[in-house]
């Protein structure tokens, strides 16, 4: 159960979210409409008493009088109410559509470009300004500046809708989808590189384990204050302990989930007292929230491109081509994080050891498309995804190096699914290539040998589940 004093600050995090996702840019437009609405009320000042600007005499001639404009007005605000209510409602269903092709991720990424987010502005805000318009035309006030604005953006707007009927149905496409999510993952990278380098990687070797932190809130971590950290453990255990963070951003914990682990300095003790207060000021450190943002988390992003390749691989969909588009941009993601593991900058004296989950995580997620190309049976997948092996064994550190390599070796257990391809065959020997210009002689033997027991199978008629017989003693 997540505690009652978190409440206001769930809230108050759903709202800030809200805002970083979505509102900030159409509340700003609409905001901008309605000043822009009060200038034009000011400049239209000047046509009081029947009186007309000097140079603007045939405008006002052209606009008319209150009558004129006032059903003018109520036109327009008619008309622009009804069409962006229609145009919203296909633009949303086209939206649902593409989510039921893929996940419910493109809602997110629909969301979150910065262009749907300035048309919604637009639309709402041109409405406003309009119907704002309508009510000052009174007998005192005559809005012909306005009113002739309120045309021009009213043309604007039917002009945009073409262009955002487009920009919809382009947003659409898997490539499309997956490309801002891979971009919006490397954005947020930055952000992880920042917290790893006022941390440590590795915890200190002849230190002992004391006290395990455990959640006090359920939810996903989308925040971790550092700075509280230090200030906690230099006020209450100077030199004495430093805490390991057992959570990445963006991972779910529910109630009495382990966050936090406090080791101790060989022969320092920490009293009950101690350990109570350092609970509860680094508990307070983490900030929970009921939903991820894709700028803030790599491993949201990460979580939603894996989940595209798993629903569109799978005989759910069986759409091979969103697959390999997920391949080919975590096989960038990958090749872009790997010189980072080795060079990563870190604080040594930091009493704060922070794992990065993030390359972990992108392998994983490579390893998820291999094995449910498996299931699925889909050899162009599956020839993507060891191709994508190979070329980054090639050039990648040692450590991501060493995880690929395991992702090879394990994903031999599903090569019995496939037909052996010509292009899956050559993949296979090129990954085993690979591996052995990399020291991996066992796995590259390993990939070899699968390949040629695969091979004994083409020719004969056999079932998935007998196309290669297991050994007998």
């Not at 060989?266 to 929230?289: C, F, K, M, N, W």
Request: hydrophobic share 45%; with cysteine; proline share 3%.
């Amino acid at each position: 159960m997540k505690a009652i004093t978190s409440i206001p600050v769930r809230v108050a995090s759903a709202i800030r979210r809200s805002f970083r996702q979505f509102l900030t840019l159409p509340l700003a437009t609409v905001i901008g409409f309605a000043g822009l609405s009060a200038l034009i009320y000011l400049a239209d000042t000047s046509w009081s008493g029947g009186a007309a600007p000097p140079g603007f005499r045939w405008l006002g001639d052209l606009m008319g009088d209150r009558a004129a404009l006032g059903s003018l007005l109520a036109t327009v605000a008619s008309g622009i109410i009804t069409v962006t209510s229609i145009t919203f409602s296909l633009l949303l269903l086209a939206v649902q559509q593409g989510a039921a092709a893929l996940t419910a991720q493109v809602t997110d990424q629909f969301m979150a470009r910065k262009v749907n987010q300035f048309y919604f502005g637009y639309f709402v805000g041109l409405s406003v300004f309009v119907l704002t318009t309508l009510v000052t035309n009174t007998d005192f006030h005559r809005p012909v500046f306005a009113a002739a604005l309120s045309l021009l953006l009213t043309a604007l707007a039917l002009c945009l809708i073409i262009v955002m009927i487009y920009n919809t149905i382009d947003q659409m496409r898997p490539e499309q989808i997956i490309q801002f999510i891979h971009d919006k993952v490397l954005m947020a990278r930055r952000k992880d590189l920042d917290l790893l380098a006022t941390t440590r990687r590795q915890r200190r070797p002849d230190w002992r384990d004391g006290a395990l932190l455990r959640s006090r809130e359920s939810g996903y971590v989308v925040g971790l204050d550092l700075s509280r950290i230090e200030n906690a453990v230099e006020r209450h255990a100077p030199g004495d302990a430093e805490i390991e963070v057992l959570v990445t951003l963006g991972t779910y914990r529910a109630v009495h989930d382990p966050v936090f682990q406090v080791r101790c300095r060989p022969g320092a003790t920490l009293s009950e007292d101690v350990h109570q207060r350092l609970a509860d000021e680094i508990l307070a450190a983490l900030a929970y929230d009921d939903g991820r943002d894709l700028n803030d988390s790599t491993a949201y992003g990460l979580h939603q491109l894996s989940t595209i390749a798993w629903t569109s691989v799978s005989t759910s969909k069986s759409n091979p081509n969103p697959g390999l588009t997920v391949i080919q941009a975590l096989r960038d993601i990958i090749a872009q994080w790997s010189r980072g593991e080795v060079e990563c900058r870190d604080d040594p004296g930091s009493h704060i050891v922070y794992d990065d989950a993030a390359p972990v995580i992108a392998t994983d997620a490579l390893e998820a498309v291999i094995v449910v190309a498996s299931e699925s049976i889909q050899s162009q997948t599956l020839t993507e995804a060891v191709a994508t092996l190979a070329i980054l064994l090639r050039h990648v550190e040692r450590p991501t190096a060493e995880r690929l390599a395991d992702v090879a070796h394990r994903a031999l257990s599903s090569l019995g699914e496939h037909v052996l391809t010509r292009q899956l065959e050559v993949a296979l020997h090129d990954l085993a290539a690979a591996l052995r210009e990399r020291g991996f002689v066992a796995v590259a033997t390993a990939v070899s040998e699968a390949s040629a027991e695969l091979a004994t199978s083409l020719g004969k008629l056999n079932s998935r589940s007998t196309r290669v017989p297991g050994t007998t003693s």
